[in-house]
């Protein structure tokens, strides 16, 4: 059984359509999962109904055994991080992180030597007695974090919490929050949009789509074996044609299953698919070429150790092993 | 240039007609005469010492001091209800309910008046006081309302939110929370409602009963029968008062904004 289970979630804001369909999502014990996919996917609902924001209308959500469907928000006792970070603007960084500590009634002093330590962990201790204002985007960030992780939650839920970042602190700061993430072992949910940054910190990813998730495994293996066309163009796969054509290029591919395969995994020789050099870009290293073949065109990108010309007759192959079957 | 001139003229024409007037106010109420005019005899404080000698005029600053308090205080409070129910569920109706609510700024005072009158007074034999306040509270309202559901769509929506996730429940999360991000625009409401409902006549001259002269009132009767600069006196004082408060919401909304 996994630390967090959520089963046959649905959400609809008017009753008619729903937002997310028959969810199940399984969260393992300290883990770094993301919730990846495009805008309007139902990331971010998802990552609501888990906090408490969000009511369902079927499904439940069971955290360490104990079922928190009917739980409400201030009883969970989860840290979230939101897109426009939510700091209290009228209270100083201190109060900021310590509010809730304050709202558990600790006592004042043990509150604020977790307030600091925290604020240690997170590379804001001096800025303690600033109010968010005169704070950098990267600092209300820190802050941001610092008060969900100072109540010690369960769960620790990142909405696009680097989506108003620039570039490169954005990969600062994500290299950051896996590193505190991983000191304290803490379960945590973060919503992307970015693939790159998704795969970059997580231990395992959750593709959705239209309020499902599609697949959810570690990011490698997503990247190697992509459940679907959606998820196989996403992560770099090319030249889909069925598993027919590919017969053409391996004659041990199946027959059946729409295949594909990355560029680079397509070999120039002197037998196999017989086609002709209609593009050539040069990527700084390698060169790719678009070559149209009789059962269609496919991309392939290889080394500088043998250049061919447009216009150039080859022969394209590739091994089994190298064909990723995505059904249908 | 012409075109500058010409702007200039235009300006100071305009400025003139506003303030003019109330130099001139100001002029009589130092006179040391016994007339309002604006050849004074000599400079003399007597007409503010004047003021607080008055009976009617003491009794009616002081009552519509109390108006004005306690409907401003009255009208804010069901101002951020109304705002909170307004803001947090957007769509059509509560847009349409928005515009409603601030319709009756628009409503000429006379009008409002006398609807009020023939509603609460005569139709349900509400109390004459009572309809006085209701009717304040509705002058105060429009203000309060579009200031303090400003201040709400500008607030973060997440704020609240977050503090509910640290273990607040709903009501302490806006108290905590919510409220001192209003705080300007609350203080703005309030002092605009004050001024609106202490300035006011056609309302109160349909709502008011027998002993409930409100200060704009008892001024307008004051002068009716004496013709001395009292009145000229206690104008200069409430100029100022008033831009008192103006001075003050500048600083407070000002603040927040900066």
Redesign the interface.
Not at chain 1, 86 to 90: D, S, V
């Given at each position: 059984m996994s630390f967090a289970e959520l089963r046959k979630i649905c959400v609809s804001y008017d009753r008619k359509n729903l937002i997310l369909k028959d969810l199940d999502l399984d969260i393992h014990e300290g883990e770094l999962l993301s919730l990846l996919g495009p805008s309007g996917c139902g990331k971010t609902t998802t990552l609501r109904v888990i906090?408490?924001?969000m009511d369902t209308v079927g499904g439940t959500f069971t955290v360490d055994g104990r079922d928190m469907t009917h739980v409400k928000?201030?009883?969970?006792?989860?840290?979230?991080v939101?897109?426009?970070y939510?700091?209290?603007?009228?209270l100083t960084v201190r109060d900021n992180i310590g509010?809730?500590l304050r709202?558990?009634k600790m006592e004042k002093k043990e509150a604020g030597i977790k307030v600091e330590k925290v604020a240690e962990l997170c590379g804001i201790g001096e800025y303690l007695d600033r109010f968010p204002k005169q704070l950098s985007g990267g600092q209300r960030q820190r802050v941001a974090l610092a008060?969900?992780l100072v109540?010690e939650p369960k769960l620790l839920l990142l909405d696009e919490p680097l989506s108003n970042l620039d570039a490169q602190l954005r990969i600062q700061m994500r290299t950051s929050i896996k590193k505190i993430q991983q000191e304290l072992g803490i379960t945590t949910v973060f919503v992307t949009h970015d693939q790159e940054e998704c795969f970059s910190i997580s231990d395992r990813v959750a593709i959705m789509d239209r309020g499902r998730i599609v697949q959810c495994a570690s990011p490698e293996d997503i990247y190697h074996n992509p459940a679907n066309e959606m998820i196989a163009r996403f992560v770099g796969f090319k030249n889909f044609y069925p598993g027919s054509v590919y017969r053409a290029l391996c004659s041990s591919a199946d027959e059946s299953a729409l295949c594909c395969s990355r560029p680079v995994d397509i070999r120039i020789g002197s037998e196999g698919l017989a086609g002709r050099i209609d593009v050539r870009t040069y990527l700084g290293s390698s060169y790719q070429y678009e070559i149209s073949t009789e059962k269609g065109s496919f991309t392939a990108v290889l080394g500088e150790e043998n250049i061919y010309k447009v216009g150039d007759c080859v022969k394209l192959s590739i091994l089994k092993e190298k064909i990723v079957n995505v059904g249908k | 240039m012409y075109r500058h001139t010409l702007l200039k003229i235009v300006a100071i024409a305009t400025l003139s007609f506003l303030f003019v007037p109330l130099l001139l106010i100001m002029v009589t109420a130092f006179n040391s005469g016994d007339t309002i005019s604006i050849f004074i005899d000599g400079f003399s404080l007597r007409w503010f010492f004047k003021v607080f000698k008055s009976r009617s005029l003491v009794n009616a600053l002081k009552f519509s001091l109390k108006l004005g308090l306690l409907s401003a205080v009255l009208g804010v409070v069901i101002g951020i209800f109304a705002s909170i129910a307004l803001t947090r569920r957007p769509g059509k109706v509560s847009n349409a309910l928005l515009n409603l609510f601030l319709s009756s700024s628009l409503i000429p005072g006379v009008v409002m008046g006398y609807v009020l009158f023939q509603c609460i007074v005569v139709t349900l034999q509400i109390p004459l006081a009572y309809a006085l306040m209701i009717g304040h509270i509705l002058i105060v309202l429009p203000y309060s309302i579009r200031l303090i559901s400003a201040g709400l769509k500008n607030c973060d929506v997440s704020i609240e939110e977050a503090a509910r996730t640290l273990g607040c429940r709903p009501v302490m999360a806006f108290l905590l929370v919510v409220l001192p991000d209003l705080k300007g625009a609350i203080l703005s409401a309030f002092m605009m409602g004050f001024i609106n409902s202490f300035n006011n006549i056609p309302v109160s001259m349909y709502l008011k009963g027998p002993g409930m002269n409100t200060l704009p009132y008892a001024m307008m009767s004051y002068i009716e029968y004496t013709f001395d600069p009292t009145v000229s006196a206690l104008s200069v004082m409430i100029m100022l008062f008033t831009l008192f408060c103006m001075i003050a919401i500048d600083r407070i909304a000002g603040k927040r904004s900066r």
């Open positions: 906090a408490g924001l928000v201030h009883d969970r006792g989860f840290g979230v939101f897109q426009s939510a700091l209290f603007p009228h509010f809730g709202m558990r008060r969900a109540i | -």
